[in-house]
């Protein structure tokens, strides 16, 4: 299974813009990049996904590097409501599961 | 807008007892999942399940674990002889197509004594 790496934690102010980095160097081409998220008490959630371009919808955005190496998660205006643990994970063509980190701890402050 | 279900949300069994978790996936999906989460640790894959068969299945699915579809809504999970450590929070997912996005439940919390 191909790894993601993503900081522990990150902090935010309510209606910043909040960008959550993720590291993925062994990506291979037919790897899909997925962001989740852990809302406190509940089970995940999705958020978005990409391949090679760019990628937005009413919850994010998600910034693919052209290497794809790497990606960034971008919340435009971090509510209260977006504390979570944000888990970026890789897909590929052969399965279906989910494989879940650690993921990036958010928080979000008044 | 639809939701995945999950009864009960609390279930405290005795070691070595059989337990059931229900789950109600969206209506027109076809592809369903359990997951679960030791308390503090990671969301962790158990089983993939689509026409009525398992599709994939991690190491920690054992004997012990049964998947099943009884009829057009429910899919459940049994544990058929409970162990201490599998104390966790267990989360059904189902999908509409394959490696489409999944939509979680909101859990069963499972303590065995």
């Known amino acids: 299974d191909a790894k993601t790496t993503q900081p522990n934690s990150m902090e935010s102010n309510e209606e910043e813009p909040v960008h959550l980095p993720c590291n993925h160097s062994?990506?291979?081409?037919?790897?899909?990049i997925h962001w989740y998220r852990q809302l406190p008490s509940q089970g995940p959630e999705y958020v978005i996904h990409?391949?090679?371009s760019n990628v937005n919808n009413r919850m994010a955005s998600l910034a693919i590097a052209e290497d794809r190496k790497s990606s960034t998660l971008i919340l435009h205006r971090a509510t209260l409501r977006d504390a979570a643990v944000y888990y970026c994970?890789?897909?590929?063509?052969?399965?279906?599961?989910?494989?879940f980190g650690t993921g990036t701890r958010l928080q979000v402050f008044p | 807008e639809p939701e995945v279900t999950q009864t009960p949300s609390h279930q405290v069994t005795q070691m070595g007892q059989e337990v059931i978790l229900r789950c109600v996936p969206i209506?027109?999906?076809?592809?369903f999942y359990w997951y679960r989460q030791i308390l503090g640790q990671k969301v962790e894959f158990l089983v993939s399940?689509?026409?009525?068969?398992?599709?994939?299945k991690s190491e920690i699915f054992d004997d012990q674990f049964s998947v099943e579809r009884p009829d057009g809504s429910n899919f459940t999970l049994k544990i058929r002889s409970t162990k201490l450590e599998d104390s966790a929070m267990y989360f059904c997912?189902?999908?509409?197509?394959?490696?489409?996005?999944?939509?979680f439940g909101p859990g069963t919390r499972l303590t065995v004594l």
């Open positions: 997912a189902s999908s509409e197509a394959l490696r489409s996005e999944q939509f």
């Open positions: 062994t990506i291979s081409g037919t790897d899909y």
């Open positions: 990409g391949l090679t």
């Open positions: 994970i890789l897909r590929d063509r052969f399965t279906d599961k989910l494989i």
């Open positions: 209506s027109n999906h076809l592809y």
């Open positions: 399940f689509y026409n009525n068969e398992i599709s994939e």
